[in-house]
């Protein structure tokens, strides 16, 4: 068969052996066994329940961000290095992650990354100074590193290709309800058995979330899967070879200016995603002298809006590539325009006179970046041979923690200068931009399989 180019957008194109192919029948005309849809759904409700879990660990600080203040003597600075150096070992873990997912499987990688991580959660409540919570929280920052990538890799390993898009919106939006339903559900929590009972309960919680989660799933490679199976797992994949990537392989990807797309790129969503994430509920406070329980009221609700963000981009991402619109394209289409929406609405927050319209400004800043983020992941499903997905997963996780890292200290210290937020949303909005068009000029092909090249 000759060999054709497919365009996608100007000055852009796509080696069609590289992508999907389009033309094989729709994964519903594949038989999907009774077995494959138990292990999805079970597989989705304990990813959906891990990210809630993972989420309620990650808010706590933010939630319990004054009260620790007050009684450890901590700095705006301070609250800002802690969430700063779990983001930083977050980033930095997502490098041996991935290659470690690829052989050892997210059965073994998220069991022990849960229960370790919730050990580190259960520890944050028995701290009695600033360097003993450094220390808790880079042991949280690991052990939550194989969270993101092994989601990634199990909707890889159990959906066809044309189907990945809901799972994922699923999964990443079961992150942002965490966060939704965290600072009512932590401010009472604290209210009742303080701030140190609130980090032991949940951290007990993910352990036995963890021990579950060993115990009900199964790596796809501890399957035997008949031929009707295989069939409708692979049909259409960029790859459908199991085995690892080799370390040579796996350092290649860095000279791939793809891979630096959307290295870059996604920075700008992290970015934006963990400076809300660390500093709303501390801004409404700042901001707009609100208490505890009506600041955990009111920040659930931007959150809210997140996690709609992530489901409507599932449905939309599956609806686009149905009526014909190739998988990376529709990626794209959607990371770009929710990344530049995004930034237009942080630019406008600073501008809000009320704690509501605040709220509801921040809600569709999380909106169109979570809408946008999702799609980020969904980028790899469709745009990277299937051995490879955990480590593509990682290395652009790595980054983009590497570089929200600098978001909650840099917004810390200019509270602690400046007394207002406006700069630190300023310079959000900025960064959020700026990633956006690393996808626009980098990511202009699929990630190919360097044993093929």
Same mark, same amino acid.
């Given at each position: ?178 966060? /939704? &339903?965290?600072?009512?559900?932590? $401010? =009472?929590? *604290? !209210? #009742?058995? +303080? ?104 920040? /659930? &609700?931007?959150?809210?809006?997140? $996690? =709609?963000? *992530? !489901? #409507?981009? +599932? ?139």
């Amino acid at each position: 068969m000759e060999k054709s180019n497919i365009t996608l957008d100007p000055q852009t194109t796509f080696d069609k052996e590289n992508i999907p192919d389009m033309s094989l029948p729709p994964a519903g005309a594949i038989q999907r066994s009774a077995r494959i849809k138990r292990i999805q759904t079970t597989a989705m409700l304990l990813l959906f329940f891990a990210a809630v879990i993972n989420y309620l660990d990650r808010s706590s600080l933010s939630v319990a961000n004054l009260t620790i203040r007050e009684e450890l003597g901590l700095s705006a600075t301070e609250i800002g290095a802690l969430l700063s150096v779990f983001s930083l070992a977050y980033g930095i873990a997502q490098l041996p992650c991935g290659p470690l997912l690829d052989r050892k499987g997210p059965r073994l990688m998220l069991g022990l990354g849960m229960f370790f991580w919730s050990l580190f959660q259960a520890m944050s409540g028995m701290v009695h100074s600033f360097t003993q919570f450094v220390l808790v929280r880079i042991g949280m920052g690991i052990g939550e590193a194989p969270m993101n990538p092994c989601g990634v890799k199990v909707i890889n390993d159990w959906f066809n290709i044309k189907e990945r898009g809901r799972p994922m919106g699923i999964f990443n939006a079961a992150s942002t309800i965490g966060v /939704a &339903i965290s600072p009512p559900l932590l $401010a =009472a929590m *604290m !209210l #009742v058995m +303080g701030w140190r009972g609130m980090f032991i309960t949940i951290g007990v919680l993910g352990v036995f979330l963890a021990i579950g989660w060993y115990m009900l799933y199964r790596n796809r490679e501890e399957i035997a899967l008949s031929g009707v199976e295989q069939a409708y797992l692979n049909a259409g994949s960029v790859n459908a070879r199991r085995d690892p990537l080799s370390f040579a392989e796996w350092r290649s990807l860095f000279r791939n200016r793809t891979m630096w797309g959307m290295m870059l790129g996604f920075s700008g969503i992290n970015y934006t995603a963990w400076l809300y994430l660390a500093w709303l509920p501390g801004y409404l406070q700042t901001a707009y002298n609100l208490d505890l329980k009506s600041t955990g009221l009111m920040a /659930a &609700i931007p959150f809210l809006f997140g $996690a =709609a963000g *992530m !489901l #409507v981009n +599932g449905f939309t991402t599956d609806a686009l590539v149905k009526r014909g619109m190739a998988p990376v394209r529709s990626r794209k289409l959607c990371i770009i325009s929710g990344m530049l929406l995004s930034a237009a609405f942080t630019f406008v927050v600073p501008e809000a006179t009320t704690a509501m319209s605040a709220v509801l400004l921040i809600g569709m800043a999380l909106f169109c970046i979570h809408f946008a983020g999702t799609s980020c992941w969904g980028l790899i499903h469709v745009a990277v041979a299937s051995r490879m997905t955990a480590s593509v997963g990682s290395i652009q996780n790595f980054a983009s923690f590497i570089c929200a890292s600098f978001a909650p200290i840099v917004t810390g210290f200019i509270v602690d200068t400046t007394h207002s937020f406006r700069l630190a949303l300023i310079i959000c909005g900025c960064v959020t931009a700026l990633g956006a068009l690393a996808y626009i000029f980098l990511v202009r092909q699929p990630i190919s399989d360097p044993r093929q090249q």
